[in-house]
């Protein structure tokens, strides 16, 4: 059973820039598509990103041009890359494979964006 343990989550202050990672523990993670998703308190699962096993990818309109979403099948990791953090991205974010023979979710990794 694929395994995803997300890493990267902090406290930042508004404009700042994090990195999230989201590690995978079977090498199916090659033929998965990967997802970054939110949940801010007392709102609905989002999703912010994913990205195909062919590198295509695709954003939340909130977060264009802020975010890149990006994998490394040889480190069966993906990442999201944060930058100009705003505090409504507030949020516990969860990695997720999905692929015709499996749907995993990662235990998420909070952010919060604060002065």
């Known amino acids: 059973q694929v395994q995803l343990v997300e890493s990267g989550g902090g406290l930042v202050q508004p404009g700042g820039s994090l990195r999230l990672s989201c590690a995978a523990s079977?090498?199916?993670?090659?033929?998965?598509?990967m997802g970054w998703y939110r949940q801010a308190p007392g709102k609905q699962l989002e999703l912010v990103a994913s990205i195909t096993s062919g590198s295509t990818t695709n954003y939340a309109d909130s977060v264009m041009g802020r975010f890149t979403i990006s994998r490394d099948n040889a480190k069966l990791t993906a990442y999201l890359q944060m930058h100009s953090l705003q505090p409504e991205d507030t949020a516990v974010y969860f990695c997720?494979?999905?692929?015709?023979?499996?749907?995993?979710w990662g235990q998420g990794t909070q952010v919060t964006v604060s002065s």
């Open positions: 997720n494979a999905a692929s015709v023979l499996f749907n995993v």
């Open positions: 079977r090498s199916v993670f090659s033929i998965s598509t």
